[in-house]
């Protein structure tokens, strides 16, 4: 069984600079949740994707977005990157849209200059 | 004031102490209670969870929530060096989806 990849592990971008994420779910997984942990912090919910569709939505700008592949991976786009945007960014899934049981990639650490 | 609250620590330990780490929510309609151990630059690793009131055991770990308090407890007995990261509580929000509330993790360090 194959867990929850990331790619890139780092990434550096300049502030107004767009971003791409990408997440391979665990196998057999249908659903993905992204979530932003600044330094010293807990994780943050971004959005939840479930057969290709956002199907819920934490307090983050339009500028966050993502998308989900019919294999069920999926991309966290970022757009116009502010320095307050650098993070871990996490993605996590899960058996069905209202699983309880989420599990996490290593992450990608974004940093902003 | 914060959905999930969690003492950020650290804390320090000698090997072999009995650890007891505890968060407080809010939210009454809390229903599964999660604990996550996170690695320095790794991704949060599922411990253990619990739905609703109770006690849970896995090994050297027991999970507890008491839902009248809203108090949230993870207890590591016979801690060993190889513990020391940083453990995350969560509330899971159920709904159309389900979204994970973290506290801001606690900082364990076990010393030999």
């Known amino acids: 069984e194959t867990g929850v990849t990331q790619s890139p592990t780092h990434l550096i971008k300049t502030r107004g600079q767009q971003v791409t994420l990408r997440c391979s779910s665990q196998s057999g997984h249908n659903t993905v949740s992204w979530y932003q942990q600044a330094l010293g912090q807990g994780p943050q919910f971004i959005f939840q994707?479930?057969?290709?569709?956002?199907?819920g939505r934490g307090n983050f700008p339009p500028r966050f977005s993502g998308l989900q592949f019919p294999n069920y991976s999926s991309e966290l786009n970022v757009n116009a990157l502010e320095l307050d945007d650098s993070a871990l960014y996490l993605c996590?899934?899960?058996?069905?849209?209202?699983?309880?049981?989420?599990?996490f990639g290593p992450g990608t650490r974004l940093t902003v200059t | 004031q914060k959905e999930v609250e969690q003492d950020p620590g650290p804390l320090s330990v000698p090997e072999g102490a009995i650890v007891s780490l505890n968060c407080t929510y809010s939210n009454s309609a809390f229903q599964y209670f999660m604990w996550y151990r996170q690695y320095s630059r790794k991704g949060p690793e599922l411990l253990m969870y619990?739905?609703?009131?109770g006690n849970k055991e896995d090994g050297r770990f027991t999970a507890q929530v008491d839902k009248s308090s809203k108090y949230i407890s993870l207890f590591i007995r016979d801690s060993q060096p190889s513990d020391s990261a940083t453990y995350l509580c969560a509330s899971l929000l159920s709904g159309g989806y389900n979204k994970l509330i973290f506290g801001a993790g606690t900082r364990l360090a076990v010393h030999p």
């Open positions: 996590a899934s899960s058996l069905a849209k209202q699983g309880a049981e989420q599990y």
């Open positions: 994707y479930y057969r290709e569709e956002e199907n």
């Open positions: 619990t739905y609703s009131s």
